[in-house]
């Protein structure tokens, strides 16, 4: 995936346990807005019927597009809506039990599908639920998530007290294996469903499945839980991203050099401070302390661009001072060594750009992207000769 795929998208997953009441609508919506997210997926809506206007009582404007399944009564009903500004959302499948919509994002084409689950309460609508979920078709190059309160237990210790369906576990265990599903491990609870009880029951029903092909592109998705301030689920937040954790790896940085305590600091990390009397580790050693005393001087040292932005603010500010009255010596003087200060600055930046402009060569310069056509391009601006 290149640079404009690593994007941040997060996803709000919630049985509200009813949409109708007024008192509701202010917990979800600041539920919504402390996820964060630019979808939102509820779960027993209990309402039969949803429109913009409605939809205004209990989200931010930003969300304006949305699919929804009625309710059967007073029970059931789905809801998964979107920020239209962020994505292009296409109803794809809708049955008793569930929504699917293809999100295709605006900034860079990416397409996945996000399929919002309703598990059913009753045995015999579970067994209907399962051998729907064994047949459901996640095509193997799609990505795919699929999310929602399955009212289903994975395994026993999914309940805080003995109990639960043994063949229940086994038939859903089943479904989920038969689609080859990788399950989002859920950060911050145990459990996501409780009896509100002195002695509380707790269980974890809601569930977060991806396809395979998933996890390839989008490897740091994970599941996080925000605060119940209504229903008797956690809200989850499920947060999409592309990009790899990488370890924290000393660089070292080549404007350091021009630093004035640079060589003051690297004399210090070069002294011996091994008792080895091989040469070859003693000179390990000195490598090892020079790295630990440099990352802890990199620590202190302020940010190159904010110093350059104020030393130019007040360069701008004598200017100003200058406009209504001369300098004293001391202010005139005082712009002078500031003058000298930024040129020192803007080697040290020069230098850090031209380290990063290699790295990314590196990287990219290789593959037929803008990159590599742009530094084409300035390369012929610059042989070329008038």
Not at 140 to 150: A, C, H, R, T
Not at 191 to 211: A, G, H, M, V
Request: charged share 20%; aromatic share 14%.
């Amino acid at each position: 995936m290149n640079n404009h795929s690593q994007r941040l998208w997060k996803i709000l997953c919630w049985n509200v346990r009813g949409i109708n009441s007024d008192e509701k609508w202010n917990p979800i919506r600041d539920t919504i807005t402390e996820a964060g997210c630019d979808v939102f997926c509820f779960q027993e809506t209990k309402r039969q019927t949803f429109n913009s206007e409605f939809l205004r009582k209990f989200s931010p404007y930003s969300y304006d597009a949305f699919e929804f399944l009625p309710s059967v009564g007073a029970s059931g009903g789905l809801i998964t809506a979107w920020k239209s500004n962020v994505f292009n959302g296409q109803l794809v499948f809708q049955n008793g039990f569930s929504i699917t919509v293809k999100l295709t994002a605006k900034h860079n084409g990416d397409t996945w599908f996000l399929t919002n689950v309703y598990g059913p309460c009753t045995q015999d609508a579970k067994r209907d639920f399962i051998q729907w979920l064994k047949q459901y078709n996640t095509y193997e190059n799609d990505n795919w998530l699929i999310v929602g309160d399955f009212n289903f237990l994975r395994k026993p210790e999914n309940r805080n007290k003995p109990g639960g369906d043994i063949n229940e576990m086994l038939m859903f265990n089943d479904a989920t294996s038969s689609l080859g599903l990788v399950e989002l491990p859920l950060y911050g609870r145990k459990y996501t469903w409780t009896n509100k009880q002195p002695s509380p029951l707790l269980e974890r029903l809601d569930w977060f499945f991806t396809s395979s092909t998933w996890t390839t592109n989008y490897p740091a998705t994970s599941v996080s839980t925000l605060v119940m301030q209504t229903s008797d689920h956690w809200p989850c937040n499920i947060t999409i991203s592309t990009s790899i954790p990488s370890g924290k790896v000393f660089r070292f940085e080549n404007y350091w050099i021009q630093h004035p305590s640079f060589l003051q600091i690297a004399q210090q990390g070069w002294e011996d401070v091994s008792t080895q009397h091989d040469k070859a580790k003693r000179f390990t050693a000195k490598f090892k302390n020079m790295r630990k005393v440099l990352r802890a001087w990199q620590q202190n040292l302020s940010s190159l661009k904010r110093n350059i932005e104020n030393v130019k603010t007040i360069l701008s500010l004598l200017e100003i001072i200058k406009e209504s009255r001369d300098l004293t010596i001391a202010e005139w003087n005082f712009k002078e060594v500031l003058k000298s200060k930024l040129n020192q600055l803007l080697d040290q930046q020069r230098a850090y750009w031209k380290q990063r402009g290699k790295v990314r060569w590196v990287k990219e310069g290789d593959a037929g992207t803008k990159l590599f056509h742009a530094c084409a391009t300035i390369k012929h601006r610059s042989n070329l000769i008038a």
